[in-house]
């Protein structure tokens, strides 16, 4: 079921800082990983924290930043019951 979700500050500055691309040189052939693959991953770390499926965020129209839908974590509600 989808809800409507709102994070903190802190929780929308450290997504808002992990999207932002950094300087880097290749040695070895390794890259780093990109702002979309570190999005994606602070997106699970909220999921995880806030009990959502981290892959279904969609923005709230007409409302700031911190405000956002996804579905439920059903696996994550049930554990808390």
């Known amino acids: 079921m989808r809800k409507e979700f709102e994070m903190t500050k802190n929780q929308l500055d450290e997504l808002m800082k992990a999207c932002k691309p ?3 040189m290749i040695i070895g052939n390794m890259l ?3 702002p979309q693959e570190n999005a994606n991953r602070a997106w699970e770390k909220l999921g995880n924290e806030i009990g959502f499926k981290h892959m279904t965020v969609k923005p709230v129209q007409g ?3 911190a405000y956002f839908t996804a579905e439920e974590d059903e696996a994550k509600i049930e554990g808390e019951i």
């Open 22 to 24: 950094v300087p880097y």
């Open 32 to 34: 780093p990983a990109s």
């Open 63 to 65: 409302k700031g930043a």
